[in-house]
């Protein structure tokens, strides 16, 4: 069982039980976030439609990426730019899966 969530502007697969870096969102009461985006949810009768389905998972942590340098060079003019970025996460762990009043659970 899983099911395909957008947030951040990113698709993840996602199952029960997984954790998965997602970017930096504030969690509603208890240390939960429900993501009501889902595009797609697997059943044992295939792919179904994701018509009223939900996925609840808890924040297990937050932090910070690895640094990405970000380079620019403008050649035979003696320009250069060096730059660095590291993006914020927040780690997160699926604890269900609602779909067709069926709900999936680690």
């Known amino acids: 069982m899983y099911a395909v969530v957008r947030t951040g502007g990113k698709q993840y697969r ?3 039980g997984d954790v998965l870096k997602i970017e930096t969102v504030i969690p509603s009461e208890g240390n ?3 993501f009501s985006e889902v595009l797609a949810v697997s059943g044992n ?3 179904v439609k994701p018509g009223a389905a939900k996925v609840t998972a ?3 942590g937050e932090g910070r990426g690895q640094k990405i340098l970000v380079f620019h060079l403008k050649r035979k003019k003696q320009y250069k730019k060096l730059q660095g970025h590291r993006q914020n996460f927040t780690e997160v762990r699926i604890k269900a899966i609602e779909a067709d009043g069926v709900t999936y659970s680690a």
Request: no cysteine; aromatic share 0%.
């Open 14 to 16: 996602v199952a029960p």
């Open 32 to 34: 939960t976030i429900e």
């Open 45 to 47: 009768d295939g792919i």
């Open 58 to 60: 808890e924040v297990v």
